[in-house]
């Protein structure tokens, strides 16, 4: 037997912390953050900005907001100011506000004390600090909610109310507070809310053809060619776009099916590595959901999951099905059902989630239905069903 070595040519882009040069349908709001923060190109010492970014897990706040950092902080440099871009996730310090300062500070001084500064001791430092070394930044506050939550007001206050009061000197720190909704927001003084709630940026969840485009630029830079088809590209896109359109879940997914291609040593990513890849990260098909099923929709069943075990394609057609289920129908010497039966159960499987259809307009023959098998590995499902309708 041949030995494939792996099918990626680097992992480290599908690790979670990676920041791609691109971002495929993230260029609009790019472009409008550079729109709001142009000003600090030409006059930095003028005024600050501040924004919000929000959005669902992985519609790419964290990504969107580092790269749009990286590039600013070049241009910039091109026209010759000290501008840094800092970003720091409120979480990781349980949200409060005299870490997260002290944080920043750390990057100018790195020595400087954890203990015995209040909050807006280190405030002033940093603020200090700043003015010695003429840098300005741009704080990029990820997971602001918890900061909020831990907080309330007072940090938001502070941040905003602190530099103000420093009459005479320039601005020096800009803020992008980037969290899931607006709703921690609302909890704040409304003097608070006005400063925050001026320019807001929304990241809308990814359609099933963007997360394609996202994943297909990430197969490119982390995995060798020809080891991940169209149609695997648009299984996992697919099971992300049902898990809410999270980027990040897509990309979990490619490298995990990676695994288990490597695992098994093949030379490309099947649309069974994906089933094993998502039913190792969510639960899937529970037994009693198998054994709840009448005969005829096991047997049906079990004919899908032979297409798909023989077969490297990602998806089958209701065709194809009923030969299988006339195959296994005379193997367990059962008189087949009726083809609108069969529609009928292969409406019930999707609305169960076991299977998924989708109404394709490509194909040669006009509109046909295509079949998947999303999550279950169809190895697993042939066993489960085989056992249950022996007994
Ligand atoms: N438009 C995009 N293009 C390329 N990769 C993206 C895009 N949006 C998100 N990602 C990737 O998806 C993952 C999740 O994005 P992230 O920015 O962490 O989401 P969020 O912070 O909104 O939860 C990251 O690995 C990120 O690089
Ligand atoms: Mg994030």
Known sequence: ??????????????????????????????????????????????????????????????????????????????????????????????????????????????????????????????????????????????????????????????????????????????????????????????SS?????????????????????????????????????EDVVSLIAELAFSENGNARFAIELLWRAGKYADAEDRDEVTPECVRQAVSSIIPTIRKNELSSLKTHEKLFLLGVARIFKERQKAYTTLNEIEKAYAVVCEEFNEQPHSHTQLWKYLRFMSALGILKTEVSTLGKRGRSTLVYLPTVPARELEKELSEALKN
């Open 1 to 190: 037997m041949r030995s494939y070595q792996s099918v990626f040519k680097d992992e480290t882009k599908l690790d979670i912390n990676y920041v791609p040069y691109r971002l495929p349908h993230r260029e609009t709001e790019k472009r409008l953050l550079m729109e709001f923060f142009k000003f600090i190109l030409r006059f930095p010492d003028r005024m600050t900005q501040r924004v919000i970014v929000t959005g669902d897990v992985g519609t790419g706040k964290t990504a969107l907001s580092q790269r749009f950092g990286a590039e600013i902080t070049l241009k910039a440099k091109n026209a010759g100011h000290k501008l840094r871009y800092v970003h720091v996730n409120c979480r990781e310090y349980r949200g409060r506000f005299s870490l997260i300062i002290h944080n920043v500070v750390s990057i100018f001084h790195p020595n400087f004390p954890k203990r015995g500064y209040t909050a807006e001791e280190i405030l002033e430092a940093l603020l200090k600090i700043l003015e010695e070394e003429n840098v300005y930044i741009i704080l990029a506050l990820d997971e602001f909610g918890s900061l909020i939550e831990q907080e309330g007001s007072e940090a938001v206050y502070k941040l905003t109310r602190i530099q103000e009061m420093r009459l005479n000197k320039p601005q020096r720190v800009s803020l992008i507070c980037i969290l899931r909704d607006l709703k921690p927001i609302g909890q704040l003084d409304s």
């Open 193 to 229: 809310k006005s400063t925050l709630q001026q320019n807001i940026i929304n990241l809308e969840n990814y359609s099933k053809k963007q997360l394609a485009d996202i994943l297909s630029d990430r197969v490119n830079l982390a995995c060798k060619p020809l080891t991940v088809s």
